[in-house]
């Protein structure tokens, strides 16, 4: 009875063993997907589909800010805990503001106060505990946040991985102004005599 049994079990063996290598038959005549990185990249298209970790958003006026209103409903959503936003404080009154606020004030009038402005003034994000899941993304009302295409974010400690994200977007807009051509002679004279019109 145990050899019935033993005969059985070497044939279902071999019957995965067969269907293991079928599989990598099909596929090892398909051309790769993979790339041997970092001796090979991936092509830039599929650089531009790739998911990764989240990233703000420019404003397209200035790409130095991002489009956040330091409304504070991604970090609510969060299921992570991922992300740290400090609203922007109103702007310190000088010494001779104040001194006109306090007149102003002792004369009975309505004094208007500086208001804070509607953007953060530190956007931290702690990719080690993100799942990726696009809460933030899908919550955010003014659609400063997306997946980056990262591809090749790789390091070597946790801390690595806690992006400052307003840093992160400054240092973008400088490396894509650099990376533009300088504007022809032609096309300079055409933007000076727009600003001069
Ligand atoms: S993708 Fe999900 S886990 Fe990651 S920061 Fe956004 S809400 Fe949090
Ligand atoms: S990124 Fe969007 S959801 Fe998060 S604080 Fe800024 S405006 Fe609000």
């Known amino acids: 009875m145990s050899a019935v049994k033993d005969i059985f079990q070497s044939v279902k063996d071999l019957w995965s063993l067969f269907v293991g290598l079928r599989v990598t038959g099909k596929y090892f005549m398909q051309p790769t997907l993979t790339v041997h990185y970092p001796r090979e990249t991936v092509d830039e ?3 531009q589909t790739y998911g990764g970790h989240v990233e703000l958003v420019p404003k397209p006026k200035n790409p130095l800010k991002p489009k956040c ?5 991604c970090v609510t959503n969060c299921p992570s805990g991922c992300l ?9 009154p000088t010494p001779e503001e104040e001194q006109a606020m306090k007149e102003a004030e002792a004369r009975g009038e ?6 804070a402005p509607k953007e953060p003034a530190k956007f ?7 799942s990726l ?5 899908e919550n955010c009302p003014v659609g400063s946040l997306r997946y980056s295409n990262n591809i090749y974010f790789v390091g070597t400690s946790r801390k690595e991985f806690k992006l400052d994200l307003l840093q992160r977007l ?3 807009a400088e490396n894509t102004a650099k990376a533009a051509p300088e504007a022809s002679e032609p096309e300079q004279a055409a933007e000076t005599a727009k600003s001069e019109a």
Not at 69 to 73: A, D, E, L
Not at 84 to 92: C, E, G, R, S
Not at 110 to 115: A, L, R, Y
């Open 45 to 47: 298209d599929v650089e």
């Open 170 to 172: 400054q240092r973008q």
């Open 124 to 130: 931290m994000y702690d990719y080690s505990l993100c």
């Open 84 to 92: 740290t936003v400090v609203k922007a404080k109103a702007p310190k």
């Open 110 to 115: 309505k004094v208007k106060k500086p208001k």
């Open 69 to 73: 209103i330091g409304c504070m409903m």
């Open 133 to 137: 899941c696009g809460t933030c993304i």
